[in-house]
């Protein structure tokens, strides 16, 4: 794998070896019941637990992309995300944080108000307009992820003419415009389980490899989604041996990032992949 950094926080951070980010909700509609953290003991915890199991990137998010749940304003995201964030500051001060939102106005803040390190758009600058010049002029690395329409409409989006072809051109257009504007540390997230069906979720991950070509770190987020549990017929809390697995893929074909609610586990697939990978034949 390529020698491959970010800068976070004016440090780099190498992602040559992959790394694991752990997922704080701070909702109360997440798909995943046992990833909501609304208390700040709760909150705490989770960050601790993060960190203590191997997680290097807390990701914490104010609004669920589950579709059953309500589009908030930017102001009512805030809300959520402001005493959670001064709790962590406060108890994980060295903590490098990652906001989730696709609002520039709560990128902003976040970044300057509250030191997070990395701004997730899950709809690659779609919803919010100023979001990509929000990020250029933060200077903060962004995760450009590949999204239609919003979390509520997403499920009726899946119609493509050519999956990969469609997708491959959303990000060589926009990895371009985001570089022009001055956006250097770009991370590639193809979107798994948003407005993409089950069988086009695996064969955007047969593909994973290609997405080598836009020379920037692939976050993978498939952490106990639909697309694993509809395919084993269990549910979110019976998905983690199918996380697991689609995780060793993911690492084996060029993710960079894990995007997870099991550090523990996605820590252990790295370790055990790492080993693998020292015997070359």
Known sequence: MAYMTINVKGKLLDLSHPVVMGILNVTPDSFYQNSRKQTENDIVKRVGQIISEGGTIIDIGGQSSNPKSSLLSAEEELERLKPALTAINREFPEAILSVDTFYGKVAEICVNEYGVAIVNDISGGEIDKNMFETVARLKVPYVLMHMRGTPQTMTALTDYNNLLQEIFYYFSEKTVH??????????????????????????????LRGFKIFDAPILVGISRKRMIYNLTESSADESLNGTTVLNTFALQNGANILRVHDVKAAVEAIRITDKLNEYKF
């Not at 250097?184 to 064969?203: C, H, M, R, V």
């Open 178 to 207: 985001l570089k022009q504007m001055g956006v250097n540390d770009l991370i590639i997230d193809p979107g798994f389980g948003f407005s993409k069906t089950l069988d086009q979720n695996y064969e955007l991950m047969a593909a």
